[in-house]
């Protein structure tokens, strides 16, 4: 039987346009939660037309995972942190990086958000939560209502599985 069933890493989706944004809120994060231990490579995201009046074109986005290891549960008050951050670095009322926290263990990646959808799970404090892949047949594999950066970053998710095993088992 797998140990652990109840914690996950927690990772964060990160999307901005100006590098000098990025930076600071990196630091942040690192110095509440932990050190980045993978990271996806910088994309543009696919379908990110609807950030464009709030943070300008083009946008960048990468994927991280902290070596932290949480209890699953702890998602909702992580959520309320990164968005407290977000805020931290308005700029005239808007947003310089957006951070959707995330947790990720052997079977699922789990993205919390505060917009509600009918696919959604209610987690509490105003926090949706939403499985955007689950792990099956050797690859994590999307819903007909995954995100597309999620989907197309498949394989980084892959290689995280394949990385994190020693803290489940």
């Given at each position: 039987?797998?140990?652990n069933t109840d914690k996950?890493?927690?990772g964060f989706g990160l999307m901005w346009r100006e590098d000098e944004f990025l930076l600071p809120v990196e630091k942040e994060l690192k110095e509440i939660f932990s050190d980045f231990v993978i990271s996806s490579d910088v994309f543009e995201p696919p379908f990110s037309s609807y950030y464009f009046r709030e943070f300008g074109s083009p946008?960048?986005?990468?994927f991280v995972i902290t070596q932290s290891l949480i209890n699953k549960t702890d998602i909702v008050g992580i959520k309320h942190k990164t968005?407290?951050?977000?805020d931290k670095y308005r700029i005239d009322g808007k947003r310089t990086v957006?951070?959707?926290?995330?947790?990720?263990?052997?079977d699922q990646v789990i993205v919390s958000t505060n917009k509600f959808r009918g696919n959604r799970i209610?987690?509490?404090?105003?926090?949706?939560?939403?499985l955007e892949l689950f792990y099956h047949?050797?690859?994590f594999q999307p819903f007909i209502w995954t995100?597309?950066?999620?989907?197309?970053q498949i394989p980084f998710f892959n290689r995280v599985k394949s990385k994190i095993r020693g803290y489940f088992v």
């Open positions: 039987m797998r140990k996950a890493l927690l946008l960048k986005k990468k968005v407290s951050l977000e957006n951070i959707d926290p995330f947790y990720i263990d052997l209610y987690a509490g404090e105003g926090v949706f939560l939403e047949h050797g690859s995100y597309r950066d999620y989907q197309e």
